[in-house]
């Protein structure tokens, strides 16, 4: 099936009906290989976003990081 969709000035383009129900999920992985771009769907976010964690970090930990970072920061200037 080929359809086709115009971008627009800001860059985004709508999938026609079918193709979102085909796709059945509103995330889609956006991929170019050989100069095609192939849409994937994601059936869940955290799967994807898996690749870019380092492991679960408790979010007081993460918290307190970054403050102590603003202070250090803040302590330069």
């Not at 999938?15 to 290989?33: G, Q």
């Amino acid at each position: 099936m080929s359809v086709t969709a115009k971008i627009t000035s800001k860059g985004q383009l709508t999938l026609p009906r079918h193709v979102r129900e085909a796709l059945d999920t509103d995330t889609v992985e956006i991929e170019i290989i050989g100069g095609k771009v192939v849409l994937r769907p994601v059936r869940s976010v955290a799967g994807v976003l898996a690749k870019y964690a380092s492991g679960e970090i408790p979010l007081q930990e993460v918290r307190d990081k970054v403050w102590q970072e603003v202070a250090d920061d803040a302590g330069k200037r």
